[in-house]
């Protein structure tokens, strides 16, 4: 089982940009397709981001797509999460899991989930 840590969350300008990192520990990292998920008060948590175990495939949720690119270090047991462009609707707690089912865009097919790092994107 992985153990997930989140870093690099913050408040930021609307306009600005952020790199979330994910730290794993644990066996076979290498092996996971990895999810990034945010989720802000009173909603549910929603995908964001998935990168396959090689890091030859990504998705992007559509809110996503031209702003955030999800990268991994296999050798660093590493996920990143590339943010620009930001708004204030990306505000939200952002966290990190491995992709245990089968969609790769349902958060209950992913688990070993990470405590969550805040953006908060205000002026």
């Known amino acids: 089982q992985l153990q997930l840590v989140e870093s690099g969350g913050g408040l930021v300008q609307p306009g600005g940009s952020l790199r979330l990192s994910c730290a794993a520990s644990g066996r076979a990292f290498s092996t996971y397709t990895m999810g990034w998920f945010r989720q802000s008060p009173g909603k549910e948590r929603e995908f964001v981001a998935y990168?396959?175990?090689?890091?030859?495939?990504?998705d992007y949720a559509d809110s996503a797509k031209g702003r955030f690119t999800i990268s991994r270090d296999n050798v660093k047991n590493m996920v990143y999460l590339q943010m620009i462009s930001l708004r204030p609707e990306d505000t939200a707690v952002y966290y990190c899991a491995a992709h245990l089912g089968l969609s790769m865009l349902d958060p209950g097919d992913y688990g070993s989930w990470g405590q969550g790092t805040q953006v908060t994107v205000s002026a």
């Open positions: 990168i396959t175990w090689s890091g030859e495939s990504t």
